[in-house]
């Protein structure tokens, strides 16, 4: 997970250097994603970020470690997808060239991920905004737990939404496109708290 936030996040820094792209960069990512996203945005001296949007991650386990385990695959898959009523015919179908097995050691830094949550998050300065599935079955997402986790950042912004009628991997059922259109709300008010914030706009 540090591997590939230092290497993402050097890639991004040379692009801006040699692209330059106005008000800055939006960070979207989901679930493993989701984790090496946000710790990039809690390196120091790494890319600035105007805000980060991540869903299908959390701070706690509603679940023991074990589904992690590929021998617990036929458990993984259901609380990956749960009811296939959330997706489009022939999504699996679809997807099979996209979807490959979780390398190992992924699966053994994401299993560490709830006691690395809390340093990651007090470090961040920029928005950042979660998405949990109605049906996620990975991370807790009740009232209690998300206040938990908001009060994990330190003085930076947190938006929390819950997207009904969906599992864990939101961006490829129905409800993908109203998940996507919340991402670029969310997008919005962040450009235009940079706007204010330098001064670029008047009350």
């Given at each position: ?66 589904p992690l385990d ?40 994401i299993a560490g ?91």
């Amino acid at each position: 997970m540090d591997d590939q936030a230092t290497a993402i996040g050097e890639a991004l820094e040379d692009f801006v250097r040699n692209h330059p792209i106005g008000a800055g960069l939006f960070l979207l990512a989901h679930s493993y994603g989701g984790a090496v996203a946000l710790t990039m945005a809690s390196n120091a001296g790494g890319p600035s970020f105007i805000g980060i949007d991540v869903s299908g991650i959390g701070h706690e386990f509603a679940v023991g470690a074990a589904p992690l385990d590929r021998s617990h695959a036929d458990l993984a898959w259901p609380m990956n997808w749960g009811k296939l009523s959330f997706y489009p015919p022939r999504t699996f179908t679809f997807a099979v060239g996209m979807v490959a097995e979780v390398p190992a050691c992924e699966l053994d830094d994401i299993a560490g991920w709830p006691e690395r949550f809390s340093l990651v998050a007090e470090r961040i300065g920029t928005p950042v905004r979660f998405t949990f599935a109605e049906y996620e079955q990975w991370w807790i997402h009740d009232d209690d737990a998300l206040d938990v986790l908001r009060s994990r950042f330190g003085s930076c912004r947190v938006s929390i939404d819950v997207l009904p009628q969906t599992g864990h991997n939101i961006s490829l059922g129905w409800t993908a496109a109203a998940y996507h259109l919340k991402a670029l709300a969310f997008l919005e008010e962040c450009l235009g708290e940079r706007a204010s914030n330098s001064g670029l706009r008047t009350a």
